[in-house]
């Protein structure tokens, strides 16, 4: 019963390139979240998906990131233009519906973003 | 803007002893309550969800819920040496799906 799975783990960017990070949620989830936790400070929400729909972005920046979750395959978090300050820990989680509060989000491994 | 507080510590406790962890938050429709542990370079790991003022008892770990009081607590018995990590408080609001985390508290169980 694979749980959620997060692809790179790590990731070096130099300066102006992009990011992309993948998450596929567990089995039986159709709901796909991702947070950032930026060094020595807590997990912030960044965005929250549904198969081909975005829910709620009000915690994305607004330039050069963007998301999506399409009818297959894995949600994706892209970074254009890195810079210093986009080097962290980016968490997917996922749940079974996202009803309220009543579903539980789970964690991936997270992917460790460095840019050089 | 809605906010979640915890003491940062560190938490230091003997082993064996009860280590308690709290968190206060903002918003009166605060609906879902979570504790989450996260060991240093890892990923938050699931410990409890609370939805009711009360108690839920889950083996070594109650959750204590005052909505009243706007605070949620968990208590950690027979703390272990492996029970040493960052404590994540999430709270998720009426209407909304994103889970709004505490800084966490950094427990130390001393063998």
């Known amino acids: 019963n694979a749980g959620v799975m997060q692809n790179p783990r790590h990731l070096v960017r130099r300066r102006g390139q992009e990011a992309r990070l993948r998450c596929s949620p567990m089995k039986g989830h159709s709901h796909v979240y991702w947070y950032r936790q930026l060094p020595e400070e807590g997990l912030k929400f960044m965005v929250y998906l549904q198969k081909e729909n975005i829910i709620d972005e009000s915690g994305m920046p607004k330039e050069r990131f963007s998301a999506e979750f399409p009818k297959e395959g894995p949600s994706i978090l892209r970074i254009q233009q890195v810079v210093r300050g986009d080097s962290a820990a980016y968490f997917c989680?996922?749940?079974?519906?996202?009803?309220?509060?009543?579903?539980?989000?789970?964690f991936g491994p997270g992917t460790r973003l460095t840019v050089l | 803007q809605k906010e979640v507080e915890q003491n940062s510590g560190p938490l230091s406790v003997p082993e064996g002893a009860i280590a308690s962890l709290n968190c206060t938050y903002s918003d009166r429709g605060s609906q879902s309550f979570f504790w989450y542990r996260q060991y240093s370079g890892k990923s938050p790991e699931l410990i409890m969800f609370?939805?009711?003022?009360g108690d839920k008892e889950d083996g070594r770990f109650t959750a204590q819920l005052n909505k009243a009081s706007q605070y949620v607590s968990l208590l950690i018995r027979d703390s272990q040496p492996s029970d040493s990590a960052t404590y994540l408080c999430?709270?998720?609001?009426?209407?909304?799906?994103?889970?709004?985390f505490g800084g966490g508290t950094r427990l130390m169980v001393k063998p």
């Open positions: 999430a709270v998720i609001y009426n209407a909304g799906n994103m889970l709004t």
């Open positions: 989680a996922s749940s079974r519906s996202g009803t309220g509060g009543a579903d539980t989000q789970y």
């Open positions: 609370i939805y009711s003022n």
